[in-house]
């Protein structure tokens, strides 16, 4: 089966966010175990946020992707969390592609303990402003750069 495991992987890769349509869920760090049995497979998602609204579009994504790969005829996605998702499983990868969609990637708490303020995702510049803590989807927070003046998102670092 060690076919399908790789397909099964590949597959994942092509399943993005719904709140950010340029990262996979691979490259986010959610897929905390990938199991298969015969023909069943089972995934095991770490969410994000608690209660992120995105849930069931991500269950519903996965399922629907996964039952497209030969010799899949079941697939159960189940959300986990322990462990706990952290933005540090977000692989580099995906932090690229965070910063193409114009998210800034949460940056490392352990360097920064006090600032959650990430670098601006347009010109790098340190010393952003927040905003609005909470931005569009509870994920999100909206900060303000000094340098080129506008405002861009940001993950919150959890
Ligand atoms: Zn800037």
């Not at 719904?18 to 298969?36: A, F, K, Y």
């Not at 039952?67 to 462990?83: E, I, N, Q, T």
């Not at 360097?111 to 670098?119: A, G, Q, R, S």
Request: charged share 25%; glycine share 8%.
């Amino acid at each position: 089966m060690s076919g399908t495991r790789d397909a099964l992987w590949r597959a994942l890769q092509e399943v993005k966010d719904p709140e950010i349509p340029t990262v996979s869920l691979v490259d986010l760090g959610m897929i905390h175990r990938l199991q298969v049995a015969g023909d069943r497979v089972t995934v095991e998602i770490l969410p994000t946020f608690v209660g992120c609204p995105a849930l069931e579009i991500i269950r519903r994504d996965v399922r629907e992707r996964l039952l497209r790969v030969d010799g899949v005829a079941d697939v159960s996605v189940k959300f986990v969390y322990h462990p706990p998702w952290t933005t540090e499983r977000i692989t580099e990868e995906g932090r690229k592609q965070l910063a193409s969609f114009g998210i800034a990637p949460p940056r490392d708490p352990g360097n920064h303990p006090l600032d959650i303020v990430p670098p601006c995702p347009y010109c790098g510049a340190e010393g952003g402003e927040i905003h609005n803590l909470f931005g569009p989807t509870a994920c999100r927070s909206i900060f303000y750069c000094r340098r080129c003046r506008q405002p861009f998102e940001g993950m919150k670092p959890v």
